[in-house]
């Protein structure tokens, strides 16, 4: 099959034929119809992920049908519609027993612990615990999303952040991770603040549902505190920024709690006598556990959440070198998709 294969951390992948993955016992074997660009991509082909051994297939977001199922593997056929948590959560341990999937310590997740989906087929683990059947009507490139970064924020959100109608949160960064942020917040009656150095991004988080939209920059904390009467109730950092982070403490009211999602592989420094004197949260997200998707599907199946307008770009596996090259410098407005099959219709 054809992949994107990494041989060294930095330089340019390239297209390859490789095997295609075999069925294990208790897994299955997925066609890849659609697998999203995320930046974590960037960061595992960057050298920031030690789980990665070299030569490597990226892709964790992903949505196909299946191909082929193994022993022990109840309920799922061969040519089902599904995506996973890029969590693959083993479903038997304590954390899993009691429903924190995200946290599983035997978790394997595609594209990081093993090769992953910028390929025509992926194999998956644990499928009896991860895989989610896609709701009839939902494209595949849609779903890919479901599989990272939309799922991430409705857990950031909702599960971990406990956002309520009528309080601000500011996004800064609005890539996949923080465009979706922008909907889940403003569908869940929240006043958006999205903060971007990418004016396209900020156009897009306005059609997502922003009721304000900041340029990044040294001046953001005092146009963010003019607009939320002193300063907002969350914040969340979509990008992965020691900047970010530091304009994000400052600004917080007290009491507030940060939401991190994005990576910060070189750590920062913290404030903590302010986090002690404000009481402020610094809370972590990770992924989001199969069990929980239904909740998020049912917001899909009303239309209070629209995951399908956030995919901008639909790109074949040729185009993925010269994407993630692309990341380095920026982000382009919006989220990408990769269609490995190559028909790009
Ligand atoms: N915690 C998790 O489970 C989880 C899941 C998915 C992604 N992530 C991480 O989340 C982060 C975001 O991923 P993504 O795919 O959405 O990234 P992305 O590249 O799509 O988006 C990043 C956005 O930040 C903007 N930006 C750049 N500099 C900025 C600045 N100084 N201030 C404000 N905005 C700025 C860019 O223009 C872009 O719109 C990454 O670190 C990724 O690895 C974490
Ligand atoms: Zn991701
Ligand atoms: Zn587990």
Redesign the pocket.
């Known amino acids: 099959m054809r992949a994107i294969v990494v041989e060294r951390y930095g330089v340019l992948p390239t297209v390859q034929e490789v095997a295609e993955p075999e069925v294990a016992a208790g897994g299955v074997v997925l066609k890849v119809e659609s697998t999203g660009l ?3 991509d960037w ?1 595992g082909w960057q050298g920031h992920d030690s789980d990665i051994v070299l030569p490597h297939v990226p892709g964790h977001e992903v949505a196909g049908t299946i191909a082929a199922v193994g022993d022990g593997v109840q309920g799922w056929a061969v040519g089902d519609r599904v995506t996973t948590p890029f969590i693959c959560a083993c479903g038997e341990c304590e954390q899993c027993l009691e429903g924190n999937h995200q946290v599983c310590p035997n978790q394997l997740q595609p594209g990081f612990n093993y090769w992953g989906s910028f390929a025509e087929y992926v194999a998956l683990p644990f499928a009896a615990v991860n895989l989610v059947r896609l709701p009839e009507g939902m494209s595949f490139d849609t779903a890919a999303g479901l599989g ?2 939309f799922a ?1 924020s409705f857990r950031a959100v909702h599960q971990v952040g406990k956002v309520q109608a009528g309080e601000d949160v500011v996004v ?7 465009l979706s942020a922008v909907m889940i917040a403003a569908a869940l009656g929240a006043r958006v603040v999205a ?4 004016p396209g ?1 900020l156009e897009l988080a306005r059609k997502y549902g922003a009721a304000e939209i900041v340029q ?1 920059g040294p001046d953001a904390v005092e146009e963010i505190r003019a607009l939320t009467g002193g300063g907002p109730r969350v914040t969340m950092d ?4 020691n ?2 982070v530091q304009q994000a403490l400052r600004v917080l009211r007290p009491r507030g709690r940060h939401l991190q ?3 910060l592989p070189d750590g920062v420094r913290l404030d903590v006598s302010r986090v002690i004197g404000q009481e402020l949260q610094w809370l972590g ?3 989001m556990a199969a069990h929980t998707y239904p909740e998020m599907l049912g917001m899909v199946a009303s239309g209070v959440l629209r995951p399908a307008d956030l995919v901008t770009r639909v790109i074949g596996l040729d185009d993925v070198p010269a994407a993630l090259d692309e ?1 380095s410098a ?2 382009p407005a919006g989220v990408t998709v990769i269609r490995p099959s190559g028909v790009l219709g």
């Open positions: 995320c930046r974590s960061h990272c970064r991430t800064f960064g609005c890539g996949g991770v923080g903060v971007d150095t990418n991004a990044a979509a990008l992965g920024s900047e970010i999602v994005g990576l997200s990770h992924g990341l920026g982000t």
